[in-house]
């Protein structure tokens, strides 16, 4: 650090590229990311720099700031692509494409990826390539299609382990468990958290152990052992605040809130949803913020607020359609279904319960049999 920060006194760019782009690399891998951001902005004082942009833009990206990401990000791609460097040109398009993911633009996120894919196999960037394969699995998890997803992450995990890659193993075997978990098969995703949890503590990705550790939270959420799943969310939270990611943070608080959700304690539910809340509008993270929404209202609901309740899940209702997420505009339009049942409008709770189905039908929802024993059950109430 001390030659770095000579060389940018002394303002010699070469050196402070160099030296640099290398500290920048170890300090990534090991979360570091507001270092990350200061040294490569005290690189950038010395003219611009495609590899300290791409650097910027991953400590922006994973501190939840998405917006500036994608700035530096198109820096960094117009000099990639006017020096020809195709490996770092596909690299970049990648990282542009996870931004977009963030900001809930799936679809844009989409194109990005399958602009690299071509170039990464060209520059013959197998590493790239499957980091590619794993994004665009990613994408389709988050448009509720998982078995198109997990095609995807199986074609990655076998180039991560042929390139020794472990961090992308790791990312690529919790992404597999993600798909497992969705489709309601908690067991099998279980496994593969576990498989990943102790690799990415190996690398010293405090980041995605942080992920890791919450997924596995989930999995004991979804099995109803509210206080494992707590002590997972309670081991993760620290991590991300210790290396910065307001949208982990945010996706935590709000798993927290689920917990104490379950377990009844709805005050001290709704406290952790509107902590989580404001975080998910500053990182722009959409999918995050309809959840949380979803949630909130689901807890007026519990009090009684119906109002308050139709209010919120008319704003989580808009999130899901413009973010393309099926899945969760299923869930969204049964819980509005729900609601409208307990307000005594049947007629118009079962047009939301049809939607509901349909949107379950087109993504192989793991409620989906549930959906459609609640469809049965408004069309008998209203047949008195």
């Given at each position: 650090?001390?030659?770095?920060?000579?060389?940018?006194?002394?303002?010699?760019?070469?050196i402070?590229?160099?030296?640099?782009?290398?500290?920048?690399?170890?300090?990534?891998?090991?979360?570091?990311?507001?270092?990350?951001?200061?040294?490569?902005?005290?690189?950038?004082?010395?003219?611009?720099?495609?590899?300290?942009?791409?650097?910027?833009?991953?400590?922006?990206?994973?501190?939840?700031?998405?917006?500036?990401?994608?700035?530096?990000?198109?820096?960094?791609?117009?000099?990639?692509?006017?020096?020809?460097?195709?490996?770092?040109?596909?690299?970049?398009?990648?990282?542009?494409?996870?931004?977009?993911?963030?900001?809930?633009?799936?679809?844009?996120?989409?194109?990005?990826?399958k602009?690299?894919?071509?170039?990464?196999?060209?520059?013959?960037?197998?590493?790239?390539?499957?980091?590619?394969?794993?994004?665009?699995?990613l994408?389709?998890?988050?448009?509720?299609d998982?078995?198109?997803?997990?095609?995807?992450?199986?074609?990655?995990?076998?180039?991560?382990r042929?390139v020794g890659?472990?961090?992308?193993?790791?990312?690529?075997?919790?992404?597999?468990?993600?798909?497992?978990?969705?489709?309601g098969?908690?067991?099998?995703?279980l496994?593969?958290?576990?498989?990943?949890?102790?690799?990415?503590?190996?690398?010293?990705?405090?980041?995605?152990?942080?992920?890791?550790?919450?997924?596995?939270?989930?999995?004991?959420?979804?099995?109803?052992?509210?206080?494992?799943?707590?002590?997972?969310?309670?081991?993760?939270?620290?991590?991300?605040?210790?290396?910065?990611?307001?949208?982990?943070?945010?996706?935590?608080?709000?798993?927290?809130?689920?917990?104490?959700?379950?377990?009844?304690?709805l005050?001290?539910?709704?406290?952790?949803?509107?902590?989580?809340?404001?975080?998910?509008?500053?990182?722009?993270?959409?999918?995050?913020e309809?959840?949380?929404?979803?949630?909130?209202?689901?807890?007026?609901?519990?009090?009684?607020?119906?109002?308050?309740?139709?209010?919120?899940?008319?704003?989580?209702?808009e999130?899901?359609?413009?973010?393309g997420?099926?899945?969760?505009?299923?869930?969204?339009?049964?819980?509005?279904?729900?609601?409208?049942?307990?307000?005594?409008?049947?007629?118009?709770?079962?047009e939301?319960?049809?939607?509901?189905?349909a949107?379950?039908?087109?993504?192989?929802h793991?409620?989906?049999?549930?959906?459609r024993?609640?469809?049965?059950?408004?069309?008998?109430?209203?047949?008195?």
């Amino acid at each position: 650090m001390e030659v770095h920060r000579l060389a940018v006194a002394g303002r010699e760019p070469l050196i402070a590229r160099q030296v640099g782009a290398r500290v920048a690399r170890v300090w990534l891998l090991r979360s570091r990311f507001a270092a990350v951001a200061a040294l490569a902005n005290a690189t950038l004082t010395l003219g611009p720099d495609a590899g300290a942009f791409y650097d910027l833009g991953w400590a922006q990206s994973s501190t939840g700031q998405p917006r500036e990401a994608l700035a530096s990000y198109e820096q960094a791609l117009h000099l990639y692509r006017e020096a020809g460097d195709d490996g770092n040109e596909a690299a970049t398009l990648n990282n542009i494409g996870l931004a977009y993911d963030d900001l809930g633009d799936r679809q844009r996120a989409l194109t990005y990826f399958k602009q690299t894919l071509p170039i990464a196999r060209k520059a013959g960037y197998r590493a790239g390539e499957a980091a590619t394969l794993n994004n665009i699995g990613l994408v389709y998890h988050g448009l509720g299609d998982r078995q198109q997803a997990l095609a995807y992450y199986q074609q990655s995990l076998p180039i991560v382990r042929e390139v020794g890659d472990r961090a992308g193993e790791a990312t690529t075997l919790n992404n597999i468990g993600g798909v497992y978990d969705g489709l309601g098969d908690r067991h099998q995703a279980l496994a593969y958290y576990q498989q990943a949890l102790p690799i990415r503590q190996e690398v010293g990705d405090r980041a995605g152990e942080a992920v890791t550790l919450n997924n596995i939270g989930l999995v004991y959420d979804g099995l109803g052992d509210w206080q494992r799943a707590l002590a997972y969310y309670q081991q993760a939270l620290p991590i991300l605040r210790e290396v910065g990611d307001r949208a982990g943070e945010a996706t935590t608080l709000n798993n927290i809130g689920g917990v104490y959700d379950g377990l009844g304690d709805l005050q001290r539910a709704l406290s952790y949803f509107q902590q989580a809340l404001p975080v998910m509008r500053e990182v722009g993270d959409r999918a995050g913020e309809a959840t949380t929404l979803n949630n909130i209202g689901g807890i007026k609901f519990q009090q009684g607020d119906f109002a308050g309740a139709k209010d919120t899940l008319d704003e989580v209702l808009e999130v899901v359609h413009v973010i393309g997420d099926r899945g969760s505009e299923a869930v969204a339009q049964s819980n509005m279904a729900a609601l409208l049942l307990g307000m005594a409008r049947v007629d118009d709770a079962i047009e939301f319960q049809r939607r509901a189905v349909a949107l379950a039908e087109q993504t192989s929802h793991p409620a989906l049999d549930q959906m459609r024993a609640f469809l049965i059950q408004l069309q008998q109430t209203r047949e008195g």
